[in-house]
């Protein structure tokens, strides 16, 4: 019930429109209901008066309420149209925006796939509630009272004795409809499961063909696709079962009234003109109800998927502004972070890290696959918050300033390159205004100038979904790129050199030495040429930082670097393609 007033309460913006569809509805209903009560003065007066002249006004009246009722049905159909449509436009776009304020944490524990068929099957399904069926059922309940009114008009006994039968008809309604809503929430389970799985063998074709894994996920598909057909076919069975049921109470109300209905006409306390009218009111009504229930089902099916709507738009974001945080300002770029710790669900990925970074610092992290680094600075922009600790920034902590501020300070190329599919200028000034001069130095600067010129259309060619039209290496240098033409003043690297040659590494580290002045730069690398010049260089082991210092400071110490020097960074240094810590993942 709190659903059904949930989803009216999007309407309210439009009652003005809602309460135009009522009025005609209403309307509308009042034609139809009194089609069934000319039923009688057709009958009685033509038929047993033989009155010539009602014989023309009649038919006359009939084609009247006949175009009166179409134009009410038009005009009712188009404004319970335009709200239908307005509040699942509404819904939809509150869908999004809630999604887009999620957290990352919420996006790592909901495939992909489940999101996008929250937005697209289930807002479809809320869309055929809102617009179709609660249009037809304020419709229905609108003809059925009307119809009820001419029949207790007719025969007010008749009428009592189908209210009897009324009960009946109405329980196998609610009862069926309680199933086919929790078969319709799983149905839309299975269709977010269906589109994940979808979601993921397209968009790692690639693997799924290396591994030559075809008929292995399509066994897959087809299980999972053969559960959907299974709850579908429940679904089926019980849609059919409750229309016999419905028909079986139609037929014995019909019953029931032709014998005490015939009985009043014969004994001469009724005319066959009023029980005609009557039943034509009882037939009619039938209609209504038996699509009542039907609609009934439609209802159930779009409340189950409202329900998976409104999980999302109910969903609290974990890392959220404070009410009436303040703006973080002109950054200087000076990080503190205070006994933070982290934990993902139950796992503890970092403890007790304290580290201060002083403004235009650059700091090199290194440490192995999986000890931390790419979470230690995730926390910065406050992709996830702290479980434990603070982060300052200027000595501002990180929570008591608007996400917006703190995000504009950070510039972040992150692990794996992100882009979208767009042209590459979009894709460099994503989220700044375009600027010509700024975005042709920034590529200049990131080594992709070059490679860009040389793409059919320069810097308007569409890279292709996640930039699948380019190589791994010209990816990585469009991140940088984008990192540096937003000119923050924190800079994070995360591995943001690691597909290039040696060449370009050594280029864009050059460029990256001139970008780094004046801007606090943290730079996650596992390579020997980009952590020696580093101000200090901080070691991550399970979580903690191990050591801190410089390069020359650390070798001279017996500790992890010197170990991790000695076993990857010569090596690597040697063979200039070697990526630390990889090799050891
Ligand atoms: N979204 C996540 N949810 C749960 N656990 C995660 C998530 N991301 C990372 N982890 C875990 O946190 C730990 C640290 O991961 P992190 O990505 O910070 O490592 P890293 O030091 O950056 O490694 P690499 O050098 O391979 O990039 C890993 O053990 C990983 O399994
Ligand atoms: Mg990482």
Same mark, same amino acid.
């Given at each position: ?59 006359? #009246? ?30 939809? %776009? +509150? ?45 229905? #309940?609108?003809?059925? #009272? ?11 006994? +008749? ?27 799983? #149905? ?30 399509? %066994? ?20 059919? +079962? ?96 205070? @006994? ?38 995730? +926390? ?113 690297? @995360? ?91």
């Amino acid at each position: 019930m709190n659903l059904y007033l949930r989803l009216l309460r999007f309407s309210y913006p439009y009652k003005t429109k809602l309460v135009l569809a009522m009025i005609f509805m209403a309307l509308c209903s009042g034609a139809k209901s009194a089609s069934a009560y000319l039923v009688k003065p057709v009958l009685d007066t033509i038929f047993f008066e033989k009155d010539m002249t009602k014989l023309y006004i009649m038919p006359g #009246i009939v084609v009247l309420l006949f175009i009166a009722k179409g134009i009410f049905e038009y005009l009712q159909a188009y404004f319970i149209g335009y709200v239908g449509q307005r509040v699942v436009t509404d819904i939809r %776009n +509150l869908l999004f925006f809630n999604m887009q304020k999620q957290p990352l944490s919420f996006f790592d524990k909901t495939p992909t796939g489940s999101n996008i068929s929250r937005v697209v099957n289930d807002v479809a399904l809320v869309q055929s509630t809102v617009s179709d069926s609660v249009a037809a059922v304020l419709n229905d #309940i609108f003809t059925i #009272i009307g119809l009820i009114i001419v029949a207790f008009r007719m025969e007010w006994k +008749l009428t009592l004795i189908a209210f009897i039968i009324l009960p009946f008809s109405i329980y196998p309604i609610v009862s069926f409809g309680k199933r086919l809503r929790k078969i319709g929430l799983n #149905i839309q389970q299975y269709l977010a499961r269906l589109t994940s799985f979808l979601h993921e063998t397209i968009t790692g074709q690639r693997i799924v063909k290396a591994f030559s894994m075809e008929k292995y996920e399509n %066994n897959r598909f087809a299980g999972e696709n053969e559960r959907l057909f299974k709850l579908m076919m429940k679904r089926i069975r019980v849609r059919a +079962l409750s229309h016999p049921v419905m028909e079986l109470i139609g037929g014995i109300a019909v019953a029931v009234i032709i014998w005490y209905g015939g009985y009043q006409v014969i004994i001469g306390k009724s005319t066959p003109g009023t029980l005609f009218s009557f039943m034509a009111a009882l037939i009619m009504l039938y209609e209504p109800i038996k699509k009542l229930n039907k609609e009934n089902h439609n209802v159930q099916q779009g409340l189950a998927a409202a329900e998976r709507v409104f999980e999302v738009i109910d969903r609290q974001s974990e890392v959220a502004e404070k009410p009436g945080a303040g703006e973080l300002g002109a950054v200087e770029g000076r990080i503190t972070f205070e @006994d933070v710790s982290f934990r993902y669900e139950d796992r503890m990925i970092l403890s007790n890290i304290n580290l201060s970074i002083e403004k235009n610092d650059v700091i090199a992290v290194v440490g192995k696959s999986g000890a931390g680094k790419t979470t230690l600075f995730n +926390l910065i922009p406050r992709f996830y918050d702290a479980t434990k600790g603070r982060i300052m920034v200027d000595g501002i902590d990180i929570r008591d300033v608007t996400l917006d501020s703190l995000r504009t300070s950070v510039a972040l190329v992150t692990q794996d390159v992100i882009l979208f599919n767009d042209t590459i200028r979009s894709n460099i000034a994503y989220g700044v205004e375009p600027d010509d001069n700024s975005l042709l130095e920034a590529s200049r600067m990131a080594f992709a100038h070059d490679f860009i010129l040389k793409l059919p259309k320069g810097y308007d060619t569409v890279v292709g979904e996640k930039g699948t039209r380019l190589s791994g290496g010209q990816k990585q240098r469009i991140a940088i790129a984008r990192a540096l033409y937003k000119n923050a003043p924190i800079l994070i690297l @995360d591995e943001a050199t690691s597909s290039l040659d040696a060449q370009s590494e050594i280029e864009v580290q050059k460029a990256l030495e001139n970008l780094m002045k004046g801007r606090t730069t943290i730079i996650i690398a596992h390579r020997l040429s980009t952590i020696i010049n580093a101000h200090r260089i901080i070691v991550i082991d399970k979580g903690a930082i191990v050591q801190e210092g410089n390069h020359s400071e650390l070798i001279e110490q017996d500790g992890p670097y010197k170990r991790l020097y000695e076993l990857q960074f010569k090596e690597g240094a040697r063979k200039k393609v070697i990526p630390l810590g990889k090799k050891r993942a």
